[in-house]
């Protein structure tokens, strides 16, 4: 009785206790991330501007991981198809993706059974680059600014037309925003695809055209185009050179092309923080700066709250755009 309930196994007792809880505390504690390959899925084709830019990033985001970052395209629906799949992913933050501000903010007013909600299936994490839209016109309007433009639009109303990338892309709607800020009508001529558009404005099939930059870039010394204005809030460093249109007689006027990280909602708070901070610190170092910059982009970080805050406010603004204009997908 005694050497069975003598000092050694007190201690040998004492020790197991310790031990349990010991490993109870550690099945407590969130798995280490990333346990695995990140797969960062782009909601639009090889190719694009966001398809270039997360390829900038993904091989230095995985150094700083530890784990491959792998791109995965799933293009369709306005960004829709990928960012159905990705709000359905596990919310273990080894599924994020990155989508463009029509995906976020203009499709839950152009389609009817969206297969996700923006801000309910959605963890934000930072606001990653954007692709300045730009106003471009056919040299044979003779015209060279905004200004001259808008009253040139006023004074013949229906006579020019417009080429967008298709019907309820950003550039389309951009263009109607533009059109009700100014008190204009001008016609839209809908292409399948930037390219196309601005190939179609080259070719005189249009007056003017709302372009990305990106898209844009190879023709930027083309005499068969007049680039007239950007349609961001301030001047581009991109292109220094071309006015804004608040610059040019539209006061306050901004239709931002951007795009952004989201995880899946109910991802643990220190993952998105710990993805913020990480893609954030890239954006800012000069190698991926000048990068973006190659390829007509600019890095655009934000903290997950900024990125909440602007999907709200222009999930508002493209609704009324939306309902006022009539814009429908093709």
Same mark, same amino acid.
């Given at each position: 009785?005694?050497?069975?309930?003598? /000092?050694?196994?007190?201690? *040998?007792? @004492?020790?197991?206790?310790?031990?349990?809880?010991?490993?109870?505390?550690?099945? !407590?504690?969130?798995?280490?991330?990333?346990?695995?390959? #990140?797969?960062?899925? #782009?909601?639009?084709?090889?190719?694009?501007?966001?398809? %270039? !830019?997360?390829?900038?990033? %993904?091989?230095?985001?995985?150094?700083?991981?530890?784990?491959?970052?792998?791109?995965? +395209?799933?293009?369709?629906?306005?960004?829709?198809?990928?960012?159905?799949?990705?709000?359905?992913?596990?919310?273990?933050?080894?599924?994020?993706?990155?989508?463009?501000?029509?995906?976020?903010?203009?499709?839950?007013?152009?389609?009817? +059974? &969206?297969?996700?909600?923006? #801000?309910?299936?959605?963890?934000?994490?930072?606001?990653?680059?954007?692709? /300045?839209?730009?106003?471009?016109?056919?040299? %044979?309007?003779?015209?060279?600014?905004? =200004?001259?433009?808008?009253?040139? @639009?006023?004074?013949?109303?229906?006579?020019?037309?417009?080429?967008?990338?298709? $019907?309820?892309?950003?550039?389309? &709607?951009?263009?109607?925003?533009?059109?009700?800020?100014?008190?204009?009508?001008?016609?839209?001529?809908?292409?399948?695809?930037?390219?196309?558009?601005?190939?179609?404005?080259?070719?005189?099939e249009t007056s003017l055209a709302v372009i990305d930059l990106?898209?844009?870039?190879?023709?930027?010394?083309?005499? *068969?185009?007049?680039?007239? !204005?950007?349609?961001?809030?301030?001047?581009?460093?991109?292109?220094?050179?071309?006015?804004?249109?608040?610059?040019?007689?539209?006061?306050?006027?901004?239709?931002?092309?951007?795009?952004?990280?989201?995880?899946?909602?109910?991802? +643990?708070?220190?993952?998105? !923080?710990?993805? $913020? *901070?990480?893609?954030?610190?890239?954006?800012?170092?000069?190698?991926?700066?000048? =990068?973006?910059?190659?390829?007509?982009?600019?890095?655009?970080?934000?903290?997950?709250?900024?990125?909440?805050? =602007?999907?709200?406010?222009?999930?508002?603004?493209?609704?009324?755009?939306? *309902?006022?204009?009539?814009?429908?997908?093709?």
């Amino acid at each position: 009785m005694n050497a069975f309930f003598g /000092p050694g196994c007190a201690a *040998r007792a @004492a020790l197991a206790v310790v031990a349990t809880l010991l490993a109870a505390v550690a099945g !407590a504690q969130p798995a280490a991330w990333p346990a695995k390959t #990140v797969r960062l899925v #782009v909601t639009f084709p090889p190719g694009g501007s966001s398809d %270039a !830019a997360a390829r900038i990033v %993904a091989p230095r985001l995985a150094e700083r991981l530890g784990q491959p970052v792998v791109v995965e +395209n799933l293009p369709g629906a306005g960004g829709g198809v990928g960012l159905a799949a990705v709000a359905k992913a596990a919310p273990d933050g080894h599924t994020i993706v990155l989508a463009s501000a029509g995906g976020l903010t203009a499709n839950p007013s152009l389609y009817r +059974n &969206l297969a996700y909600d923006p #801000v309910r299936d959605f963890a934000p994490v930072t606001t990653f680059g954007t692709s /300045p839209f730009v106003l471009i016109a056919s040299p %044979a309007l003779g015209v060279g600014a905004a =200004r001259d433009l808008i009253a040139l @639009a006023r004074a013949q109303p229906g006579r020019l037309t417009y080429a967008s990338g298709g $019907n309820g892309t950003a550039m389309h &709607l951009s263009a109607e925003l533009l059109k009700r800020t100014t008190g204009t009508f001008i016609v839209h001529i809908p292409y399948r695809g930037s390219g196309p558009a601005m190939l179609g404005l080259m070719a005189g099939e249009t007056s003017l055209a709302v372009i990305d930059l990106a898209t844009l870039r190879p023709q930027w010394k083309s005499d *068969r185009l007049r680039i007239i !204005a950007v349609f961001d809030r301030e001047r581009s460093a991109l292109a220094p050179e071309v006015p804004t249109l608040a610059e040019s007689g539209v006061p306050g006027f901004e239709a931002a092309g951007w795009f952004a990280i989201l995880a899946p909602a109910g991802t +643990n708070a220190d993952v998105v !923080a710990r993805l $913020n *901070r990480e893609i954030t610190a890239l954006l800012r170092t000069p190698d991926v700066r000048e =990068r973006f910059q190659q390829a007509a982009l600019e890095p655009l970080p934000s903290t997950p709250a900024e990125l909440a805050v =602007r999907m709200r406010g222009e999930t508002e603004k493209w609704a009324k755009v939306i *309902r006022e204009s009539g814009a429908k997908i093709d």
